[in-house]
């Protein structure tokens, strides 16, 4: 089936801007993370979904980051008044279940903050 | 908090070289232990995992091996083909109440040349 899918998978910004990237997990997976990835770096935890609701949001980095998942399906990563150190592949993955430890990412999306 | 480190990159290999990519970690409990793969332009795929201590993860010819004693998952290949060149990421899952989220190392590149 298809797997992990995120857009736009580029997507270029002015600093101040406001930008939103979509992730649509694997169907029928109820788990669902959003991770940031610098250049150079591994992977960072920002935000865990479990359905609807954000389980554990510990990992953004300020408050002009925030994200949704109305329907328990689709999910948005909202930036406000981006900086250029926001710049960076913003990672999407998804779990069948919150208890399985294996997670499945999508391709990324990569922010550029001019 | 839990943190990995891997050796750093890049590692360049020529075609049916042995490789190994070391990987070790700090963790409060026993965590799983991850290998992921990032081709050149794709996304991060689950190359093979380990859940316990003493565990042997294998797939594509690549094995590691989840060792208690010496805080390591230490990534091997007998004979590395050019496909082969990638950035290996070495993850452990951060066990909470319910479900868990993934601490990354910085990534080793290789480069495997003919």
């Known amino acids: 089936g298809a797997g992990v899918s995120q857009t736009p998978s580029n997507k270029v910004t002015e600093k101040g801007k406001y930008v939103e990237l979509r992730c649509d997990p694997i169907?029928?997976?109820?788990?669902l993370y959003w991770y940031r990835q610098s250049l150079g770096q591994g992977p960072e935890f920002l935000i865990y979904?479990?359905?609807?609701?954000?389980?554990?949001d510990s990992g953004l980095p300020n408050d002009r980051f925030f994200a949704v998942r109305p329907e328990g399906s689709v999910s948005t990563l909202k930036i406000q008044r981006t900086e250029r150190g926001d710049s960076a592949v913003y990672l999407c993955?998804?779990?069948?279940?919150?208890?399985?430890?294996?997670?499945?990412f999508g391709p990324g999306t990569r922010l550029l903050v001019l | 908090g839990d943190s990995v480190t891997q050796m750093e990159g890049p590692v360049t290999l020529s075609e049916e070289a042995f490789l190994t990519i070391n990987c070790t970690y700090t963790?409060?409990?026993?965590?799983?232990l991850f290998w992921y793969v990032q081709y050149p332009g794709e996304g991060l795929q689950l190359l093979l995992k380990?859940?316990?201590?003493?565990d042997k993860g294998s797939n594509k010819g690549f094995e590691a091996t989840y060792r208690k004693e010496t805080t390591s998952f230490h990534l091997e290949k007998g004979s590395v083909q050019v496909s082969d060149s990638a950035v290996y990421f070495c993850a452990l899952s951060d066990r909470h109440s319910g479900y868990s989220t993934l601490t990354f190392g910085k990534g080793t590149m290789l480069l495997v040349s003919p």
């Open positions: 963790a409060t409990g026993y965590p799983s």
């Open positions: 169907s029928g997976h109820t788990a």
């Open positions: 979904f479990q359905g609807t609701g954000a389980a554990d």
């Open positions: 380990a859940t316990k201590a003493d």
């Open positions: 993955a998804s779990s069948s279940t919150p208890g399985e430890e294996t997670q499945y």
